[in-house]
């Protein structure tokens, strides 16, 4: 699931018929077909299945946590090519978290071994520090269990010394390097040990997240080929995938990986909270009880626990009581099922994700809420 909040005046454009991208970015135009990079202007939006709503270009999937990438709109450039861009978090002026969000693309081709590639694109950053940026290709699609970005991927890391150029506050970047496999996959985020030190003023959102924004993303290989046999199946993939993500839902089916997964998610609403409170109500507690023991018995791989606040009151203190709710149902359902304490996790967001708007009363009272997601296999 993911989703991006953007200046008003931005159009979310998408192009809803998949013959027509793969025929532009497959075409007989040599260039065009050595592009690996999925919808590398971020013009196709996705239309996600789970809320029904814009989210991120398509092909384009946020993991660690499964978030929707908001920002202030003061706090977003304006795109340097078409209308949109991708935004990519890089640090939080609040935490230093030992997992970072980040954000991956199934490539069009695999890399091959020993060829050299050429990464180029543009990127802003709205005036704060550019520390760096990593693109990390891996063979195993990051969303799967057994990643690691440490140790399953080729790190290809750019900053400030790799600007070629400026155009309008969009720095060009330009990097090559020779591929060590056939990665199937690219992250880009933040994989670096050292923290990213940003003031308080430099954050963009509510939750304190800082992001880098991209443009006009292309992979690239330096000896020009014909694409690959599969290129139009994986863009096919790319776009078809609109679910939230999890650690087991994947776009490029693994034929090793059996059984497979689905996600069920339970929504627990504000009701069973009182007010700024995140011990569950003594009246509720019957309810939690017996939900938690019907997850006996169930072939469940993990139970992620999000708590959601509206988008009144400080931000601060909204992730602190998002995060304080969400561990206070994971708690309770520990305590009932105790046997599912290796596989449950529990995370606070704030007002990330809305489902509805936070402009009238009957909408934030949707938007607080915690979410468990039941990620069960199937046989």
Request: net charge neutral.
């Amino acid at each position: 699931m993911r989703t991006v909040e953007r200046k008003s005046h931005y159009l979310l454009h998408y192009l809803p018929f998949l013959p027509l991208i793969t025929a532009l970015m497959l075409g007989n135009h040599p260039l065009a077909a050595q592009q690996f990079f999925v919808n590398n202007g971020f013009e196709d939006i996705n239309i996600c299945a789970e809320y029904h709503a814009p989210c991120a270009p398509e092909g384009w999937f946020y993991l660690h946590p499964v978030t929707n990438p908001l920002v202030t709109g003061s706090a977003t450039p304006s795109p340097l090519l078409g209308h949109n861009f991708l935004l990519v978090p890089m640090a939080n002026v609040y935490e230093n978290p030992k997992q970072r969000p980040f954000v991956y693309s199934l490539l069009s081709c695999s890399l091959v071994p020993l060829a050299a590639y050429r990464i180029r694109f543009y990127i802003h950053t709205m005036r704060r520090t550019f520390y760096e940026l990593d693109f990390c290709f891996s063979d195993a699609e990051p969303s799967l269990m057994y990643y690691d970005a440490s140790k399953s991927c080729q790190m290809v890391r750019v900053n400030s010394t790799h600007v070629l150029d400026e155009v309008k506050g969009w720095q060009l970047i330009e990097v090559q390097f020779v591929a060590t496999a056939a990665a199937k996959f690219c992250s880009i985020g933040n994989f670096s040990e050292a923290p990213f030190s940003y003031p308080l003023k430099d954050r963009m959102s509510k939750s304190g997240n800082v992001y880098y924004f991209l443009d006009d993303v292309k992979l690239n290989p330096l000896e020009p080929d014909a694409p690959c046999d599969d290129a139009g199946k994986n863009i096919e993939m790319a776009y078809a995938q609109n679910y939230r993500h999890s650690e087991y839902i994947a776009v490029k089916p693994v034929e090793v990986l059996k059984p497979t997964f689905i996600n069920d998610t339970i929504r627990i609403p504000a009701a069973y909270f009182d007010v700024g409170k995140s011990s569950v109500k003594e009246n509720r507690m019957a309810f939690i009880d017996s939900l938690a023991l019907s997850f006996s018995g169930r072939p469940i791989a993990q139970i992620s626990i999000y708590g959601y606040t509206d988008a009144t009151g400080d931000s601060t203190l909204n992730v602190v009581l998002s995060e304080q709710r969400a561990a206070s149902i994971r708690n309770r359902i520990i305590s009932v099922v105790p046997e599912f304490a290796r596989v449950i996790r529990s995370e606070g967001l704030g007002a990330l994700q809305p489902r509805a708007s936070n402009n009238t009363i009957a909408g934030r009272a949707l938007n607080r809420r915690v979410e468990i997601v039941l990620t069960c296999k199937i046989k």
